[in-house]
């Protein structure tokens, strides 16, 4: 079974540029997370669908940050214009439904992540 | 404070060893506790879950929790140079999000 997958694996770009990320989750997963790793920290939670709906937006710097989920399947994230502080690596993760779901666990599975580096 | 906290390392152990990798945390809602392995330019694999107190134990690895002191850790019985990697743990309260700690480097070396 394939994996979650995103791209780019990397992207380099010039500060107040856009850019994109891509994410096609596992097949069947409902739920779709993405998160910022910062180097070395762990990450940290930006968005979580629900199939097509944001269920939590709360950390999503919105004023330059969006993401869509248009048919409850794959996902993209944007950001514009990009900043110095950008740069890091853009996680995308699924699960069945939320991790925990009543007394069932829903393990989260990560992708590769994409790496961005803001010059 | 951090709401998690974790040794960075890098920490270097010799093939075979017994190596302790721990978390302290402040938040006492949390009651679900969590493992993640991350090798370089991947995103991090689930090792170890843990609900409330107690150990659990799964082939090599095994995870304890002490709520009372708000500190988990996982133990890793003879270590092998594909166990390099980073440990993240991460911790939740019920119908909370994940936190993770910053993560710790090991280094196994043959």
């Known amino acids: 079974e394939a994996g979650v997958v995103q791209s780019p694996r990397y992207k380099i770009i010039e500060k107040k540029q856009p850019v994109a990320f891509w994410c096609n989750p596992i097949?069947?997963?409902?739920?779709l997370y993405w998160y910022l790793q910062n180097l070395g920290q762990g990450p940290e939670l930006l968005i979580r669908?629900?199939?097509?709906?944001?269920?939590?937006d709360s950390q999503l710097p919105k004023d330059r940050f969006s993401a869509e989920r248009l048919k409850g399947v794959d996902s993209t994230l944007k950001i514009q214009p990009a900043e110095l502080g950008d740069s890091a690596v853009y996680l995308c993760?699924?699960?069945?439904?939320?991790?925990?779901?009543?007394?069932?666990?829903?393990?989260?599975?990560f992708g590769p992540g994409t790496r961005l580096t803001v010059l | 404070q951090k709401e998690v906290e974790q040794d960075p390392g890098p920490l270097s152990v010799p093939e075979g060893a017994i190596v302790s990798l721990n978390c302290t945390y402040s938040?006492?809602?949390?009651?679900?506790f969590m493992w993640y392995r991350q090798y370089s330019r991947k995103g991090p694999e689930l090792l170890m879950y843990?609900?409330?107190?107690g150990n659990k134990e799964d082939g090599r690895f095994t995870a304890q929790v002490d709520k009372s002191s708000k500190y988990i850790s996982l133990f890793i019985r003879d270590s092998q140079p594909s166990d390099s990697a980073t440990y993240l743990c991460?911790?939740?309260?019920?119908?909370?999000?994940?936190?993770f700690g910053p993560g710790t480097r090991l280094s196994v070396l043959p």
């Open positions: 993760a699924s699960s069945l439904g939320y991790w925990l779901a009543g007394d069932t666990y829903n393990e989260q599975f």
């Open positions: 097949s069947g997963h409902n739920t």
């Open positions: 669908y629900e199939n097509e709906e944001a269920v939590d």
């Open positions: 938040n006492s809602a949390f009651q679900y």
């Open positions: 843990t609900y409330s107190s």
């Open positions: 991460a911790m939740s309260g019920f119908g909370q999000n994940f936190v």
